[in-house]
T-cell receptor, first 117, second 113 residues
């Protein structure tokens, strides 16, 4: 089984400060990990993903995420937040070892990021 | 332009009146799925399809049906809608050839009275 948790419903940060949106996961095999962003009244857009290789993954709009296998985490980070980063962020996981079942990822509940001017 | 389209974007209906939400993708993706998004619950998977004529239940399939007769289309059918199906619905597609990155449609906001 695969599951993902986003422990914070909302994250508040001042513009120009670094931001972190947390994600932890559970899989029986190796994970495929994704971050998506949803702007108001829009569908979800892909930000970045980890499948294998370097633990630090860089994505769109200056975001990055670090895969930490020992802590089963995949936190999203950005060195300097912008007001325009305010949106809903979703972490998703797919168990690479999934067999006979879904190859579709499971999504977290989402974290609302609010960047204050 | 690579995209996933959904229709209608907004729909108000009454309890028990059958409806279909269409979803189409032009990227030749094998995988397609339907999600519903509700406040506080995030994105929950309704049904998914691994390829033509291959569909399976997700986490919340009750009250929904799907079909995959063509690779590009994956309609969501509500045979007898109820108020608890009022939600925001998203269709998505992906491919193992593309690292399974999902492409989402713009969403369909459904209100069942």
């Amino acid at each position: 089984a695969q599951s993902v948790a986003q422990p914070e419903d909302q994250v508040n940060v001042a513009e120009g400060n670094p931001l972190t949106v947390k994600c932890t996961y559970s899989v029986s095999g190796n994970p495929y990990l994704f971050w998506y962003v949803q702007y108001p009244n829009r569908g979800l857009q892909f930000l970045l993903k980890y499948i294998t290789g370097d633990n630090l993954v860089k994505g769109s709009y200056g975001f990055e995420a670090e895969f930490n296998k020992s802590q089963t985490s995949f936190h999203l980070k950005k060195p300097s937040a912008l007001v325009s980063d305010s949106a809903l962020y979703f972490c998703a996981v797919r168990d690479w070892a999934a067999s006979g079942g879904s190859y579709i990822p499971t999504f977290g509940r989402g974290t609302s990021l609010i960047v204050h001017p | 332009e690579a995209q996933v389209t959904q229709n209608p974007r907004y729909l108000i209906t009454v309890t028990g009146k059958k409806l279909t939400v269409t979803c189409s993708q032009n990227m030749n993706h094998e995988y397609m799925s339907w999600y519903r998004q509700d406040p506080g619950l995030g994105l929950r998977q309704i049904y998914y399809s691994m390829n033509v004529e291959v569909t399976d239940k997700g986490d919340v399939p009750e009250g929904y049906k799907v079909s995959r007769k063509e690779k590009r289309n994956f309609p969501l059918i509500l045979e007898s809608p109820s108020p608890n199906q009022t939600s925001l619905y998203f269709c998505a597609s992906s491919s193992p050839r593309g690292g399974e990155t999902q492409y989402f449609g713009p969403g369909t906001r459904l209100l069942v009275l």
